[in-house]
Nanobody, 125 residues
Framework: QVQLVESGGELAQAGGSLRLSCTAS????????MGWFRQAPGKERELVAA????????YYPDSVKGRGTISRDNAKNTMYLQMNSVKPEDTADYYC??????????????????WGQGTQVTVSS
């Protein structure tokens, strides 16, 4: 079992930066690929970034590419999302997730087994 807790959600100005953290409990954290997702009101949950279990590969959709950086510190059981040049359309609840499916990059929410409770990000123009 893995329990995930996000933090760092805030009200940010457009063009600014924010950093989200996801702290995990459970011994298996370091072996699980992980991802950040977001969900805006009335919209489907979408991938923001994904990372392999050891951090050697990452993936970003076009909406985030060049602005987001996902990273993890397995020694600290923590994953991060750095977002730069934030836009009002980045406003959403952000969730971290982990999958027990094994190595690789997983891009769809149905592939993930464990979810945090979410942290709210609001970007004002």
């Amino acid at each position: 079992q893995v329990q995930l807790v996000e933090s760092g959600g805030e009200l940010a100005q457009a063009g600014g930066s924010l950093r989200l953290s996801c702290t995990a409990s459970g011994r298996a954290f370091s072996s699980y690929p992980m991802g950040w997702f977001r969900q805006a009101p009335g919209k489907e949950r979408e991938l923001v970034a994904a990372i392999t279990w050891n951090g050697d590969r990452t993936y970003y959709p076009d909406s985030v590419k060049g602005r987001g950086t996902i990273s993890r510190d397995n020694a600290k059981n923590t994953m991060y999302l750095q977002m730069n040049s934030v836009k009002p359309e980045d406003t959403a609840d952000y969730y971290c997730a982990a999958t027990s499916r094994g190595g690789g990059i997983w891009t769809r929410p149905e592939f993930y087994d464990y979810w945090g409770q979410g942290t709210q990000v609001t970007v004002s123009s």
